[in-house]
C-alpha cells in the first residue's frame, strides 16, 4: 500500500506563489510518473503537470510558463511550484504516483488526499 501526503495548498492573491509538496511511502519498490492533477468545484479532475523517473515533464496549456514540476527520486517527493497564479486556477490539487511494490511488478496508480489552492482577485 502506498500513501501519499501533499503539503502546501493555501489562499493567495493573483500573482502570488505557492510550492505544492507530495511525499510518497509505503509499499514502494520504483515510481514511474509522479504527477499533479487538479478539480474545480463542478469541473472534472484535470491533468496539471507529470514528471517521468528519467525527468520529462509534460504540461497543461494553461499553466505552462507559470508552473514548474521537479520530483527528488530519492525522497519519493514531487513537488509543484506555481508562479503568477490566476483565481482560475482555484481548485483542490491531487497527486498522483505510478507505483511498483517490487522488483518487475505492475505499476499501480496511486492518490494523495488533495489540498486546496485558493487565489483571490
Known amino acids: 500500500q502506498v500513501q501519499l501526503v501533499e503539503s502546501g495548498g493555501g489562499l493567495v492573491q493573483a500573482g502570488g506563489s505557492l510550492r505544492l509538496s507530495c511525499a510518497a511511502s509505503g509499499s514502494i519498490f520504483s515510481i514511474n510518473a509522479m504527477g499533479w492533477y487538479r478539480q474545480a468545484p463542478g469541473k472534472q479532475r484535470e491533468l496539471v503537470a507529470t514528471?517521468?523517473?528519467?525527468?520529462?515533464?509534460n504540461y497543461a496549456d494553461s499553466v505552462k510558463g507559470r508552473f514548474t514540476i521537479s520530483r527528488d527520486n530519492a525522497k519519493n517527493t514531487v513537488y509543484l511550484q506555481m508562479n503568477s497564479l490566476k483565481p482560475e486556477d482555484t481548485a483542490v490539487y491531487y497527486c498522483n504516483a505510478e507505483a511498483a511494490a517490487y522488483y518487475s511488478g505492475p505499476y499501480y496508480p496511486n492518490w494523495g488526499q488533495g489540498t486546496q489552492v485558493t487565489v483571490s482577485s
Open positions: 514528471i517521468t523517473s528519467g525527468g520529462t515533464t
